[in-house]
T-cell receptor, first 111, second 116 residues
Framework: SQKIEQNSEALNIQEGKTATLTCNYT??????LQWYRQDPGRGPVFLLL?????KEKRKERLKVTFDTTLKQSLFHITASQPADSATYLC??????????FGKGTSLLVTP | DAGVIQSPRHEVTEMGQEVTLRCKPI?????LFWYRQTMMRGLELLIY????????DSGMPEDRFSAKMPNASFSTLKIQPSEPRDSAVYFC??????????????FGPGTRLTVT
């Protein structure tokens, strides 16, 4: 069956450090992978998309890598700030062209 | 645009009652999705529509759940009868789909359902 796995344990880091979140998947042949941010009490919000032929994608302090051989994506936030505290979800298209999501990893950035 | 609109934002009901959740997608979007989120199972896709037609309802947990999209600007998710295990946050999302593979989805604020 198709699976999207993200670290279930919350990630606590100090302000200014780099946060790295992991997304692993099985039984997908994704053309691309998406990352979303979810704040408490709100719906997920799209952050970044990376295509299978892109090794790395950057947007301001965000960097995403995509390794289709390892079936893994890494999501980095550099110079993290308390405002970056949220849950981050990765998502892949299923065979029906709808997005399936991982359970997300909670990030807490402390001053 | 106001974004995806969902109502109600909170619903508390007793077991056995009928519950109807409502969604208005972003104008111009032709795909609509219903998801359910719980701590245990995360964000699960229940059903999605393209051009008002249900494409995949394999995620609908049982016959107690039904969804309709009578027009491009309105969808409902109905649970009848409701059970305590249906308690969750239900999200509606929409996107503009032209067959391209890289299109993000826009989520509504969700409806928090509590069944006692």
């Amino acid at each position: 069956s198709q699976k999207i796995e993200q670290n279930s344990e919350a990630l606590n880091i100090q302000e200014g450090k780099t946060a790295t979140l992991t997304c692993n998947y099985t039984n997908y042949s994704p053309a691309y992978l998406q990352w979303y941010r979810q704040d408490p009490g709100r719906g997920p919000v799209f952050l970044l998309l990376i295509r299978e032929n892109e090794k790395e994608k950057r947007k301001e302090r965000l960097k995403v890598t995509f390794d289709t051989t390892l079936k893994q994506s890494l999501f980095h936030i550099t110079a993290s700030q308390p405002a970056d505290s949220a849950t981050y979800l990765c998502a892949l298209l299923n065979s029906g062209y709808a997005l399936n999501f991982g359970k997300g990893t909670s990030l807490l950035v402390t001053p | 645009d106001a974004g995806v609109i969902q109502s109600p934002r909170h619903e508390v009901t007793e077991m056995g009652q009928e519950v109807t959740l409502r969604c208005k997608p972003i104008s111009g979007h032709n795909s609509l999705f219903w998801y359910r989120q719980t701590m245990m199972r995360g964000l699960e896709l229940l059903i999605y529509f393209n051009n008002n037609v249900p494409i995949d309802d394999s995620g609908m947990p049982e016959d107690r759940f039904s969804a309709k999209m009578p027009n491009a600007s309105f969808s409902t998710l109905k649970i009848q009868p409701s059970e305590p295990r249906d308690s969750a946050v239900y999200f509606c999302a929409s996107r503009h789909w032209t067959g391209g593979l890289w299109v993000e989805q826009y989520f509504g604020p969700g409806t928090r359902l509590t069944v006692t």
